[in-house]
T-cell receptor
Framework: DAMVIQNPRYQVTQFGKPVTLSCSQT?????MYWYQQKSSQAPKLLFH???????NEADTPDNFQSRRPNTSFCFLDIRSPGLGDAAMYLC?????????????FGPGTRLTVL | EDQVTQSPEALRLQEGESSSLNCSYT??????LFWYRQDPGKGPEFLFT?????EEKEKERLKATLTKKESFLHITAPKPEDSATYLC????????????WGAGTKLIIKP
């Protein structure tokens, strides 16, 4: 089945220790997104890629970086995690088209910062 | 300013008790309205896309409708497995594919 895969599902890191989260997709979608979701809140968009074009949200901290080496993979790097970065990180994909551009989400990575 | 408001924040129903969730939106040119279901600790699961006022879509016990100002997610004879948070999001034509999310409605179905 075509899907969005995130690894790891759970990540524990120490304050200030860099961490990388990964996302892969078999949907062959042009657009990939990274969201941060905290408890009982809506997902918050951090950035997205249309193919290799990177789009950063204005309020995404510089501490967060992303890479998309090819169509299938996308990475989220958190350079110096703080306690406030503990959250669920969601990867999503969508087609680039006038319609049918709903976003499909992976299962998420739960990040804990000690 | 583009905005999405969902109500109620939480809804408790008995199994079999039908009800509706509301998603009110303000957007400069609606490209699409999306409904998602999210279970605890998981990513949102896509349910429906609605594009224009008057459109309706159904899936099992769920039916989504759209007007020019709001969308409803009707749940008919719900079962405990329908318990989840239901999220609504809208996309504007000038949004560069970004979604504006509501805060969600947490639905609890008691057996």
């Amino acid at each position: 089945d075509a899907m969005v895969i995130q690894n790891p599902r759970y990540q524990v890191t120490q304050f200030g220790k860099p961490v990388t989260l990964s996302c892969s997709q078999t949907l062959n979608h042009n657009v990939m997104y990274w969201y941060q979701q905290k408890s009982s809140q809506a997902p918050k968009l951090l950035f997205h890629y249309y193919d290799k074009d990177f789009n950063n949200e204005a309020d995404t901290p510089d501490n967060f970086q992303s890479r998309r080496p090819n169509t299938s993979f996308c990475f989220l790097d958190i350079r110096s995690p703080g306690l406030g970065d503990a959250a669920m990180y969601l990867c999503a994909t969508s087609r680039y088209s006038g319609r049918d551009n709903e976003q499909f989400f992976g299962p998420g990575t739960r990040l804990t910062v000690l | 300013e583009d905005q999405v408001t969902q109500s109620p924040e939480a809804l408790r129903l008995q199994e079999g008790e039908s009800s509706s969730l509301n998603c009110s939106y303000t957007v400069s040119g609606l490209r699409g309205l999306f409904w998602y279901r999210q279970d605890p600790g998981k990513g949102p699961e896509f349910l429906f896309t609605l594009y224009s006022a008057g459109e309706e879509k159904e899936k099992e016990r769920l039916k989504a409708t759209l007007t020019k100002k709001e969308s409803f997610l009707h749940i008919t004879a719900p079962k405990p497995e329908d318990s989840a948070t239901y999220l609504c999001a809208v996309q504007a034509w000038d949004s560069n594919y970004q979604l504006i999310w509501g805060a969600g409605t947490k639905l609890i179905i008691k057996p």
